[in-house]
Nanobody
Framework: QVQLVESGGGLVQAGGSLRLSCLVS????????MGWYRQAPGNQRELVAT???????NYADSVKGRFAISRNNANNMVYLQMNSLKPEDTAVYYC?????????????????WGRGTQVTVSS
């Protein structure tokens, strides 16, 4: 019922910046929490940042001060601005959203993931 598509990944040099975007589409009633996660080869998927409907944010310690998450409620998009990138930031970045979708006069909870976008930071 709800689909997520990430974009904006690419190859950048250490110290550079990149902005990721995620479009959430479908029969959306509400989006309560959106977030970004990442997974490097051989590593576990880890939380990078989340943002609630009340604009409360949470960041992993490794990205605090460098990354910023934001959302546009009008078009159901979430962004991740990444600055001062480091080689250890290299990973596939995934978008996640939780909320409710509607079907007829009813609405139901959802939790959806995007397919990911590759971010590579060279040294």
């Amino acid at each position: 019922q709800v689909q997520l598509v990430e974009s904006g990944g690419g190859l950048v040099q250490a110290g550079g910046s990149l902005r990721l975007s995620c479009l959430v589409s479908g029969r959306i009633f509400s989006i309560d929490v959106m977030g970004w996660y990442r997974q490097a080869p051989g590593n576990q998927r880890e939380l990078v940042a989340t943002i609630t409907s009340g604009a409360s944010t949470n960041y992993a310690d490794s990205v605090k001060g460098r990354f910023a998450i934001s959302r546009n409620n009008a078009n159901n998009m979430v962004y991740l601005q990444m600055n001062s990138l480091k080689p250890e930031d290299t990973a596939v970045y995934y978008c996640n959203a939780e909320g409710e979708y509607y079907s007829g006069s009813r609405h139901y909870p959802f939790g959806s993931w995007g397919r990911g976008t590759q971010v590579t930071v060279s040294s």
